[in-house]
């Protein structure tokens, strides 16, 4: 095959290599949006019932962070109990479809780094 010849079949298997690639991505769900890929079906059970499913994909977190999430869902916004079992399930489901990207928003600054707040009560701490 002349070099020409080579680049034109390289090209031509390129809309394949795409198919490929992206075959590997989940689809989704035509009314919640989440990616239908192993519990995915547990968390449209469980966690849509109070707002948008967007709330969710627009989100990524670790385990942890998701973990944090819902505790402070159960806290503040009356989110029920799981099952220790069902909870796990649906934390890995969220990690692993909305895991955390380095391209989003930076994390906040810690406290400790912050300016003065001008605004906090008075201290009666001696400083
Ligand atoms: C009992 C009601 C309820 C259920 C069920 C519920 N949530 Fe929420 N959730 C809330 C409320 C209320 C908010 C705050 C909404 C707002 O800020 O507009 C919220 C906010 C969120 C947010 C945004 C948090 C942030 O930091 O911005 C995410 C993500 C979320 N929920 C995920 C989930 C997931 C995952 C589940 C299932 C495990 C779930 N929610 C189930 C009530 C609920």
């Known amino acids: 095959m002349s070099r020409h010849a080579k680049f034109l079949a390289a090209l031509a298997a390129l809309p394949l290599a795409w198919t490929f690639a992206h075959a590997e991505e989940s689809a989704l769900d035509a009314f919640t949006g989440l990616k239908m890929a192993?519990?995915?079906?547990?968390?449209?059970?469980?966690?849509?019932?109070?707002?948008?499913?967007?709330?969710i994909t627009q989100q990524r977190g670790s385990k942890d962070q998701w973990l944090n999430m819902i505790r402070w869902m159960q806290e503040k916004q009356n989110l029920w109990q799981f099952e220790p079992e069902t909870e796990a399930r649906i934390i890995a489901y969220l990690a692993e479809n909305y895991p955390p990207q380095a391209d989003r928003r930076r994390a906040a600054i810690p406290p400790e780094m912050m300016p003065p707040n001008p605004y906090a009560p008075p201290t009666t701490r001696p400083d």
Request: aromatic share 6%; glycine share 6%; proline share 6%.
């Open 38 to 55: 192993g519990d995915w079906e547990l968390v449209r059970n469980n966690c849509i019932a109070c707002h948008s499913p967007k709330l």
